[in-house]
């Protein structure tokens, strides 16, 4: 799990959009090589749950700054229509 999955966020859709450009900016150079190495078939981000006491206080500050919002995010329905694809590929 993560601040930023590949649908929900623990950040505003503002800032959501752009970490997630970066992110595939950076897997798109390290992934090919990678996959290929060990096989991956596929991956998926998802957010998850963030409160005040994971975090110390520096990051705390950068977390809200970024406009980041404590609390529950993960999706179990992306996370089982994710399995279920996977699942599908493995059988």
Known sequence: ???LGEQGSAFRPFVA???RALRARRRS????????VVGLQDHHDFSGAVEP???????RAAFK?????Y??????????RW???VARKLA
Not at 29 to 36: E, G, I, N, V
Not at 65 to 69: H, P, T, V
Not at 71 to 80: I, K
């Open 1 to 3: 799990m993560s601040l």
């Open 17 to 19: 959009k752009r970490l």
């Open 83 to 85: 399995a279920e694809s």
């Open 29 to 36: 150079r390290q992934s090919d090589s990678l996959w290929s």
């Open 71 to 80: 609390g529950d995010h993960r999706d179990w329905a992306d996370v089982d």
């Open 65 to 69: 700054l970024m406009g980041g919002r």
């Open 53 to 59: 006491d994971h975090w110390p206080l520096p990051g």
